[in-house]
Protein backbone atom coordinates (compact mmCIF):
# COMPACT_ATOMS: atom_id res chain seq x y z
CA UNK A 1 0.00 0.00 0.00
CA UNK A 2 1.40 3.95 -0.93
CA UNK A 3 -0.82 5.34 1.43
CA UNK A 4 -1.88 3.56 5.24
CA UNK A 5 -4.60 5.25 7.49
CA UNK A 6 -5.13 2.73 10.93
CA UNK A 7 -6.95 3.89 13.92
CA UNK A 8 -6.68 7.65 13.36
CA UNK A 9 -8.04 10.59 15.72
CA UNK A 10 -7.15 13.73 15.26
CA UNK A 11 -8.33 17.51 15.73
CA UNK A 12 -7.56 20.60 17.50
CA UNK A 13 -6.25 20.76 20.72
CA UNK A 14 -8.76 18.94 22.85
CA UNK A 15 -11.49 18.50 20.25
CA UNK A 16 -11.61 15.29 18.57
CA UNK A 17 -12.79 15.85 14.66
CA UNK A 18 -12.04 12.61 13.04
CA UNK A 19 -12.75 9.11 14.90
CA UNK A 20 -11.58 6.09 14.29
CA UNK A 21 -10.06 6.44 10.36
CA UNK A 22 -9.37 3.25 8.21
CA UNK A 23 -8.42 3.27 5.07
CA UNK A 24 -5.38 2.26 2.59
CA UNK A 25 -4.63 3.43 -1.18
CA UNK A 26 -2.58 1.74 -3.70
CA UNK A 27 -0.09 2.35 -6.25
CA UNK A 28 -2.81 3.78 -9.59
CA UNK A 29 -6.36 4.78 -7.60
CA UNK A 30 -8.12 7.67 -7.39
CA UNK A 31 -9.99 8.00 -4.40
CA UNK A 32 -12.54 11.05 -3.67
CA UNK A 33 -13.08 11.87 -0.10
CA UNK A 34 -16.98 13.18 0.14
CA UNK A 35 -18.97 14.95 2.88
CA UNK A 36 -20.47 17.87 3.66
CA UNK A 37 -18.48 21.15 5.39
CA UNK A 38 -17.99 20.55 8.67
CA UNK A 39 -17.50 16.62 8.10
CA UNK A 40 -13.84 16.76 8.89
CA UNK A 41 -12.40 16.04 5.31
CA UNK A 42 -9.94 19.26 5.35
CA UNK A 43 -8.73 18.06 8.89
CA UNK A 44 -7.90 14.69 7.51
CA UNK A 45 -6.23 16.11 4.66
CA UNK A 46 -3.92 18.25 7.15
CA UNK A 47 -3.26 15.67 9.33
CA UNK A 48 -2.11 12.77 6.31
CA UNK A 49 0.40 15.85 5.15
CA UNK A 50 1.63 16.46 8.88
CA UNK A 51 0.39 19.47 9.22
CA UNK A 52 -1.98 18.39 12.46
CA UNK A 53 -0.47 15.63 14.50
CA UNK A 54 -2.77 12.42 15.11
CA UNK A 55 -3.99 12.24 18.40
CA UNK A 56 -3.99 8.60 17.88
CA UNK A 57 -3.70 6.22 15.20
CA UNK A 58 -0.75 5.94 12.81
CA UNK A 59 0.04 7.53 8.91
CA UNK A 60 2.24 5.36 6.73
CA UNK A 61 3.45 6.40 2.80
CA UNK A 62 5.50 3.67 1.74
CA UNK A 63 5.66 1.88 4.95
CA UNK A 64 6.76 4.82 6.79
CA UNK A 65 5.53 7.36 8.73
CA UNK A 66 6.10 11.17 9.50
CA UNK A 67 8.30 9.67 12.46
CA UNK A 68 10.64 7.97 10.69
CA UNK A 69 11.88 10.60 8.29
CA UNK A 70 10.02 14.03 8.52
CA UNK A 71 11.92 15.39 5.31
CA UNK A 72 11.86 12.04 3.19
CA UNK A 73 7.92 11.61 3.85
CA UNK A 74 7.22 15.24 2.90
CA UNK A 75 8.82 14.38 -0.38
CA UNK A 76 6.68 11.70 -0.85
CA UNK A 77 3.52 13.96 -0.91
CA UNK A 78 2.32 16.82 -3.37
CA UNK A 79 -0.90 19.07 -2.07
CA UNK A 80 -3.00 21.60 -4.05
CA UNK A 81 -4.83 23.49 -1.42
CA UNK A 82 -8.44 24.67 -1.93
CA UNK A 83 -7.16 28.19 -1.71
CA UNK A 84 -3.95 29.04 -3.59
CA UNK A 85 -1.28 29.44 -1.44
CA UNK A 86 1.69 32.18 -3.10
CA UNK A 87 4.53 34.01 -2.17
CA UNK A 88 3.33 37.69 -3.29
CA UNK A 89 7.34 38.40 -4.16
CA UNK A 90 8.26 35.17 -5.97
CA UNK A 91 7.25 35.01 -9.69
CA UNK A 92 5.85 32.20 -11.08
CA UNK A 93 9.25 30.93 -12.24
CA UNK A 94 10.44 31.56 -8.64
CA UNK A 95 7.71 29.15 -7.31
CA UNK A 96 8.77 26.67 -9.63
CA UNK A 97 12.45 26.75 -8.53
CA UNK A 98 11.47 26.41 -5.06
CA UNK A 99 9.55 23.43 -5.76
CA UNK A 100 12.20 21.94 -7.42
CA UNK A 101 14.60 22.91 -4.43
CA UNK A 102 12.03 21.52 -1.69
CA UNK A 103 12.09 17.93 -3.80
CA UNK A 104 15.67 18.08 -4.59
CA UNK A 105 14.62 17.61 -8.22
CA UNK A 106 17.29 19.47 -10.86
CA UNK A 107 15.81 22.87 -12.28
CA UNK A 108 16.25 22.31 -15.75
CA UNK A 109 13.99 18.95 -15.27
CA UNK A 110 11.51 20.75 -13.45
CA UNK A 111 11.13 23.03 -16.50
CA UNK A 112 11.36 20.04 -19.08
CA UNK A 113 8.44 19.21 -16.82
CA UNK A 114 6.43 21.87 -16.34
CA UNK A 115 6.54 23.45 -20.29
CA UNK A 116 3.69 21.42 -21.53
CA UNK A 117 1.71 22.30 -18.41
CA UNK A 118 2.20 25.94 -18.60
CA UNK A 119 1.85 26.13 -22.39
CA UNK A 120 -1.63 23.86 -21.43
CA UNK A 121 -2.94 26.12 -18.82
CA UNK A 122 -2.04 29.19 -21.07
CA UNK A 123 0.88 30.38 -18.20
CA UNK A 124 4.10 29.86 -20.43
CA UNK A 125 4.04 33.70 -21.38
CA UNK A 126 3.80 34.99 -17.72
CA UNK A 127 6.65 32.44 -16.01
CA UNK A 128 8.06 36.03 -14.46
CA UNK A 129 4.55 37.58 -13.48
CA UNK A 130 3.89 38.07 -9.79
CA UNK A 131 1.16 36.67 -8.10
CA UNK A 132 -0.79 39.65 -7.68
CA UNK A 133 -1.44 39.71 -11.67
CA UNK A 134 -2.70 36.32 -11.25
CA UNK A 135 -6.72 35.77 -10.79
CA UNK A 136 -8.19 33.27 -8.27
CA UNK A 137 -7.92 30.80 -11.32
CA UNK A 138 -4.18 31.58 -12.73
CA UNK A 139 -3.14 31.04 -8.93
CA UNK A 140 -5.09 27.87 -8.89
CA UNK A 141 -3.01 26.87 -12.22
CA UNK A 142 0.39 27.85 -10.41
CA UNK A 143 -0.64 25.23 -7.75
CA UNK A 144 -1.30 22.51 -9.86
CA UNK A 145 1.73 23.17 -11.92
CA UNK A 146 4.01 22.95 -8.83
CA UNK A 147 2.08 19.95 -7.54
CA UNK A 148 2.46 17.81 -10.82
CA UNK A 149 6.10 18.44 -11.83
CA UNK A 150 7.24 16.80 -8.16
CA UNK A 151 7.76 13.01 -8.11
CA UNK A 152 4.94 12.84 -5.56
CA UNK A 153 4.08 9.34 -4.72
CA UNK A 154 0.67 10.83 -3.64
CA UNK A 155 -1.29 13.81 -4.29
CA UNK A 156 -3.27 15.35 -1.78
CA UNK A 157 -6.09 17.84 -3.35
CA UNK A 158 -8.55 19.96 -1.85
CA UNK A 159 -11.63 21.27 -3.76
CA UNK A 160 -9.57 21.44 -7.12
CA UNK A 161 -12.17 22.79 -9.56
CA UNK A 162 -12.97 26.06 -7.77
CA UNK A 163 -11.63 29.22 -9.47
CA UNK A 164 -10.90 26.95 -12.95
CA UNK A 165 -13.02 27.85 -16.29
CA UNK A 166 -14.41 24.66 -18.10
CA UNK A 167 -11.29 24.05 -19.99
CA UNK A 168 -9.01 24.04 -17.32
CA UNK A 169 -11.24 21.59 -15.43
CA UNK A 170 -11.00 19.34 -18.61
CA UNK A 171 -7.09 19.52 -18.54
CA UNK A 172 -6.53 19.01 -15.01
CA UNK A 173 -9.04 15.96 -14.63
CA UNK A 174 -6.88 14.38 -17.85
CA UNK A 175 -3.65 14.94 -15.52
CA UNK A 176 -5.38 13.02 -12.89
CA UNK A 177 -5.91 10.44 -15.04
CA UNK A 178 -2.23 10.67 -16.30
CA UNK A 179 -0.81 10.98 -12.98
CA UNK A 180 -2.73 7.64 -11.64
CA UNK A 181 -1.76 5.63 -15.08
CA UNK A 182 1.52 6.34 -14.11
CA UNK A 183 1.73 5.02 -10.22
CA UNK A 184 1.06 8.08 -7.91
CA UNK A 185 -2.22 7.62 -5.26
CA UNK A 186 -4.67 10.53 -5.66
CA UNK A 187 -6.82 11.40 -2.58
CA UNK A 188 -8.66 14.72 -3.56
CA UNK A 189 -12.09 15.99 -1.88
CA UNK A 190 -14.63 18.05 -4.18
CA UNK A 191 -18.46 19.05 -4.04
CA UNK A 192 -18.54 18.14 -7.82
CA UNK A 193 -19.62 15.26 -7.93
CA UNK A 194 -20.30 14.39 -11.74
CA UNK A 195 -16.20 14.70 -11.61
CA UNK A 196 -15.69 12.83 -8.56
CA UNK A 197 -17.82 9.74 -10.39
CA UNK A 198 -16.67 10.05 -13.42
CA UNK A 199 -12.54 10.13 -12.05
CA UNK A 200 -12.73 7.94 -8.77
CA UNK A 201 -11.87 4.06 -8.60
CA UNK A 202 -13.57 4.16 -4.86
CA UNK A 203 -14.98 6.54 -2.21
CA UNK A 204 -14.21 7.86 1.27
CA UNK A 205 -17.73 9.42 2.46
CA UNK A 206 -17.09 10.93 5.71
CA UNK A 207 -19.91 12.12 8.28
CA UNK A 208 -19.52 14.32 11.09
CA UNK A 209 -15.71 12.86 11.37
CA UNK A 210 -16.58 9.41 10.73
CA UNK A 211 -16.03 7.20 7.59
CA UNK A 212 -19.81 5.73 7.21
CA UNK A 213 -19.32 4.04 4.04
CA UNK A 214 -16.38 3.52 1.65
CA UNK A 215 -15.64 1.01 -1.84
CA UNK A 216 -16.84 2.04 -5.31
CA UNK A 217 -19.83 3.41 -6.63
CA UNK A 218 -21.31 -0.67 -6.49
CA UNK A 219 -20.58 -0.97 -3.44
CA UNK A 220 -21.96 2.03 -2.28
CA UNK A 221 -24.81 1.53 -4.14
CA UNK A 222 -25.28 -1.88 -1.86
CA UNK A 223 -24.50 -0.31 1.65
CA UNK A 224 -27.13 2.61 0.98
CA UNK A 225 -29.29 0.07 -0.06
CA UNK A 226 -29.92 2.12 -3.77
CA UNK A 227 -29.39 0.07 -6.87
CA UNK A 228 -28.55 1.96 -9.74
CA UNK A 229 -28.21 5.22 -7.52
CA UNK A 230 -25.73 7.62 -8.59
CA UNK A 231 -22.99 9.08 -6.73
CA UNK A 232 -25.19 12.68 -5.92
CA UNK A 233 -28.21 10.39 -4.74
CA UNK A 234 -26.00 8.22 -2.25
CA UNK A 235 -24.19 11.58 -0.98
CA UNK A 236 -27.86 13.06 -0.66
CA UNK A 237 -29.04 10.00 0.81
CA UNK A 238 -26.07 9.71 3.66
CA UNK A 239 -26.32 13.22 4.83
CA UNK A 240 -30.36 12.31 4.68
CA UNK A 241 -29.60 9.95 7.26
CA UNK A 242 -26.14 10.01 8.72
CA UNK A 243 -25.25 6.88 8.02
CA UNK A 244 -25.56 3.70 5.73
CA UNK A 245 -29.38 3.57 5.02
CA UNK A 246 -28.76 -0.43 5.33
CA UNK A 247 -27.85 -0.83 8.81
Aim: aromatic share 8%.
Amino acid sequence: MVLSVQALDSGYRQTTVLKDINFEMKAGEIVGLIGLNGAGKSTLLKTILGLITPQKGQITIDGKSILDDHSQYAKHLAYIPETPVLYDELTLKDHLEMTALGYDIPMDEVMRRAEPLLKQFRLDKHLNWFPAYFSKGMKQKVMIICAFVTDADVLIIDEPFLGLDPLAMRHFTDLIRERAAAGSAILFTTHVLTIAESLCDYYLMLQAGELVATGDLESLQTQFNLPQADLETIYFAMTQTGGVASE
